[in-house]
């Protein structure tokens, strides 16, 4: 069964502090990815998306992200947390051809300690 | 452009109450979609539509009903309201590329409260 699993519910870094959040997934196809942002009281927003090629992507607000076909990861990373980076975030898959669903994991909640 | 936008962000019914939630893109998309996002459970997909005047059961479909009559609105109806439905709903558009789909554009959601 496709499924994406983020494996943190929770993680609480240090302002400055290099940030790793994990995302794996179970997918027929090589997989369309991507990492979502929602802070409080707001919609999901775009942080970066892997389509194909260069395994390692680039985002906003300073994140990136490594695709690893023999891992089944893609898990996004930050190397200096700011405060403002306390938020939820969502990995999920895009639907391939023919399907038209997404597959988003549960979340993992970034708490940011100054 | 705005976006995605939804309408009302906040409202309260009481249980067999009824409401439409309105959904609206102006990034000419074809595919939207409508969501809940409950506490610990993620996002959940209600309905989706992969073009005007057309629509999709998603995995929770139960107890709600869309429409699609114009490509750029995508409605959301709840004909019963029940507390189970207190949820904050999102709705997200896209737009499809040679082999899938881009990106979801969400929009900033709909808090719903049902007593």
């Known amino acids: 069964a496709q499924s994406v699993t983020q494996p943190d519910i929770h993680i609480t870094v240090s302002e400055g502090a290099s940030l790793e959040l994990r995302c794996n997934y179970s997918y027929g196809a090589t997989p369309y990815l991507f990492w979502y942002v929602q802070s409080p009281g707001q919609g999901l927003q775009l942080l970066l998306k892997?389509?194909?090629?260069?395994?390692l992507v680039q985002g906003i607000k300073g994140f990136e992200a490594e695709f690893k076909r023999s891992q089944s990861s893609f898990n996004l990373r930050k190397p200096s947390v700011h405060w403002s980076d306390a938020a939820e975030y969502f990995c999920a898959v895009g639907p391939r051809s023919g399907t038209y669903k997404y597959i988003f994991g549960t979340g993992t909640r970034l708490k940011v300690l100054a | 452009n705005a976006g995605v936008t939804q309408t009302p962000k906040f409202r309260v019914l009481k249980t067999g109450q009824s409401m439409t939630l309105l959904c609206a893109q102006d990034?000419?998309?074809?595919?939207m979609y409508w969501y809940r996002q409950d506490p610990g459970m993620g996002l959940r997909l209600i309905h989706y539509?992969?073009?005007?005047?057309?629509?999709a059961k998603g995995e929770v479909p139960d107890g709600y009903n869309v429409s699609r009559l114009k490509k750029q609105n995508f409605l959301l109806g709840l004909e019963s309201a029940a507390p189970s439905q207190t949820s904050v709903y999102f709705c997200?558009?896209?737009?499809?590329?040679?082999?899938?789909?881009?990106?979801?554009?969400f929009g900033p959601g709909t808090r719903l409260t049902v007593t």
């Open positions: 997200a558009s896209t737009h499809g590329l040679a082999g899938g789909l881009y990106e979801q554009y």
């Open positions: 539509s992969v073009g005007e005047g057309t629509t």
């Open positions: 990034m000419n998309h074809e595919y």
């Open positions: 892997y389509f194909s090629g260069d395994t």
